[in-house]
């Protein structure tokens, strides 16, 4: 660091600038590794952080703009630009809100279809989140775990839609095709494998006594604080707080699979990082629910019959395997999406993203795209917590207390 009066100082991804005796501001990003994209504006004495100020906005794309301006259909692949790792959940009320305006309810087999990819982008999201975490910490073996295991449920995702992360697979009144015939044993393997990996996870990152000194009563919420700030997802609850979209409204077929919402009481980023171990596990056994019921139930109404029934012939003899040269199931878009006329008309929509609660507002005038577009990602909702929970602490906490909120700069710029 300088000193009073020095000139402006640069590190790898910082600037520390002197503002008086023993009182220093440092930039932190918006092109620090740690950091992600977005800033983080810390003034400390000595190395207390004393006032912290998140500074976003560096990747902001104006997508709700953008939104206005394309087919209702395509500005799913648009939504889901924002969160890639977990694009299912952030694209998933977009939809239901517009399936509102044009009074579509999906088929049950898609809705059990729609569940299952979204619980498995939610696993990948927090071994993402891991991965991120381990390099925040200097756990180099962490990050690699983390990264290898989630290509298991990359791959999962790219056998059921086709597409590693970008899926665009809940369309309006379903979605884009029906799973592999074997998919639901590639399932189960990967749900038993992954349940094994988090015992190890806990031995050589959430038990051991390095990683529990730099976390532990580190960045504490309390569950009064947590409601007062707003905050969403794994976060709110690893303060306390019982609160879950899934559990709260429920919608596509959470209401028909057994699960529970682990919460922790402690509020620190200890409490954050096994927050989501135990929610990877209940969304492995939601996936095991998921294709027990969609391999007991006939391949049929994956799409609603007001949008199957204008599909041409071509479409209908690929599904069922009757041309050699296509894949069985596979499905392109059916024509009447690109001429999609929505009913005037405003609505509204929530689900829980591996971020937290996102939300959608959507309100149409009639024409072939949107009138309006409004929403309010998990991520956004948690960066408030960074300017209240770090000053106080030494700067050196920082890493562990902005990597245990898994945040995503992308999600809350959108």
């Not at 694009?87 to 939809?95: D, F, G, I």
């Amino acid at each position: 660091m300088g000193t009073e009066g020095s000139q402006v100082q640069s590190l790898p991804g910082m600037q520390v600038r002197p503002l008086k005796k023993n009182l220093y501001e440092v930039a932190i990003g918006p092109a620090h590794p740690g950091s992600g994209h977005m800033r983080i504006l810390v003034r400390v004495e000595g190395d207390v952080m004393v006032e912290v100020d998140p500074d976003i906005g560096f990747v902001h794309r104006t997508m709700e703009k953008l939104s206005e301006g394309r087919d209702w259909m395509k500005n799913i692949p648009l939504f889901e630009r924002m969160a890639i790792l977990d694009a299912c959940n952030v694209t998933l009320p977009y939809v239901e809100a517009v399936e509102k305006l044009l009074d579509v309810d999906p088929p049950e087999r898609a809705k059990y279809l729609r569940t299952l990819l979204c619980e498995i982008n939610r696993v990948a999201s927090h071994l993402y989140g891991f991965g991120i975490f381990g390099v925040f910490l200097g756990h180099s073996t962490l990050y690699m775990w983390a990264f290898g295991d989630r290509e298991v449920f990359v791959e999962l995702a790219e056998r059921l839609t086709g597409a590693r992360l970008t899926h665009t697979y809940p369309m309006f009144g379903g979605v884009r095709r029906d799973m592999p015939d074997d998919f639901g044993q590639h399932v189960r393997k990967a749900a038993a494998y992954m349940r094994r990996r988090l015992d190890e996870y806990a031995k050589i990152f959430l038990l051991n006594p390095n990683i529990r000194s730099r976390l532990e009563g580190v960045g504490v919420v309390s569950k009064s604080r947590a409601v007062e700030l707003g905050l969403a997802g794994p976060n709110v609850r690893a303060s306390g707080v019982r609160y879950d979209v899934r559990l709260a409204e429920p919608y596509e077929a959470y209401d028909r699979v057994d699960f529970e919402i682990p919460i922790y009481e402690e509020g620190d980023s200890l409490a954050r990082a096994w927050q989501r171990v135990e929610e990877i596990k209940q969304s492995l056994s939601i996936m095991e629910q998921a294709v027990d019921w969609l391999e007991k139930h006939p391949r049929e109404g994956f799409v609603h019959e007001k949008f199957w029934k204008t599909a041409p012939p071509i479409y209908k003899k690929v599904y069922a395997g009757e041309v050699p040269y296509a894949s069985k199931y596979r499905v392109k878009m059916i024509p009447l999406y690109a001429s999609l006329k929505v009913p005037a008309g405003r609505s509204f929509a929530r689900t829980e993203s591996a971020h937290g609660e996102i939300t959608y507002y959507v309100e149409s005038d009639g024409k072939d795209v949107p009138y309006r577009v409004r929403l309010v990602s998990g991520s956004y909702r948690n960066v408030i917590a960074f300017k209240y929970v770090m000053p106080g602490h030494r700067l050196a906490d920082l890493p562990a207390i902005y990597g245990s909120f898994d945040y995503f700069p992308p999600e809350w710029d959108r």
